[in-house]
T-cell receptor, first 113, second 114 residues
Framework: GESVGLHLPTLSVQEGDNSIINCAYSNSASDYFIWYKQESGKGPQFIIDIRSNMDKRQGQRVTVLLNKTVKHLSLQIAATQPGDSAVYFCAENTRQAGTALIFGKGTTLSVSS | DTEVTQTPKHLVMGMTNKKSLKCEQHMGHRAMYWYKQKAKKPPELMFVYSYEKLSINESVPSRFSPECPNSSLLNLHLHALQPEDSALYLC?????????????FGPGTRLTVT
């Protein structure tokens, strides 16, 4: 069954606010996590990833936090822009051969001007 | 070239038709994937090819038949589909098989079965 899920199906923010999207996972063996952004009519687009030997990783305007103790992953978007409006999926995997990404349910982020 | 391409973008087919979806990548990736995505849902894994060999089949009905002619191409042959098979079909690739690598997704083929 699905081992990765998101806490909120939708999140609405004002332009310029910081956004936090959360994800819980249940497989303690998972050691690789990815956040994807999917805009309407497009395929998922890689945002940022993190491996289990890290707690935090930063990109351009985005930060991913990993809390292995409570099996929680979050994506922080700084100074959210209208172009950030999309569905955000977390995904997890293990390093074992013969495995594939498991996606969470997704959070729809709506940014208003 | 860092993209995965898929053709066609849209496809409408009847339940008795035979059609194929195509996927191509020129990043030298050795793992390729087919996913099915329904509206407002996450992608669901269908098939995984590792080094041009089928390595994972997630109990997909036989009316979906994957093919990997070479390391750059991935096809999905469709026959006798049902209306509930209407969905966005996504192709993805990763540098190597296994779970420690980012998957790059194509734009998808929007399939409608009438």
């Amino acid at each position: 069954g699905e081992s990765v899920g998101l806490h909120l199906p939708t999140l609405s923010v004002q332009e310029g606010d910081n956004s936090i999207i959360n994800c819980a996972y249940s497989n303690s063996a998972s050691d690789y996590f990815i956040w994807y952004k999917q805009e309407s009519g497009k395929g998922p687009q890689f945002i940022i990833d993190i491996r289990s030997n890290m707690d935090k990783r930063q990109g351009q305007r985005v930060t991913v936090l990993l809390n292995k103790t409570v099996k929680h992953l979050s994506l922080q978007i700084a100074a959210t822009q209208p172009g950030d409006s999309a569905v955000y999926f977390c995904a997890e995997n293990t390093r074992q051969a013969g495995t594939a990404l498991i996606f969470g349910k997704g959070t729809t982020l709506s940014v208003s001007s | 070239d860092t993209e995965v391409t898929q053709t066609p973008k849209h496809l409408v087919m009847g339940m008795t038709n035979k059609k194929s979806l195509k996927c191509e990548q020129h990043m030298g990736h050795r793992a390729m994937y087919w996913y099915k995505q329904k509206a407002k849902k996450p992608p669901e894994l269908m098939f995984v090819y590792s080094y041009e060999k089928l390595s994972i089949n997630e109990s997909v009905p036989s009316r979906f038949s994957p093919e990997c002619p070479n390391s750059s191409l991935l096809n999905l042959h469709l026959h006798a589909l049902q209306p509930e098979d209407s969905a966005l079909y996504l192709c993805a690739s990763s540098p190597l098989p296994g779970g420690a690598y980012e998957q790059y997704f194509g734009p998808g083929t929007r399939l409608t079965v009438t």
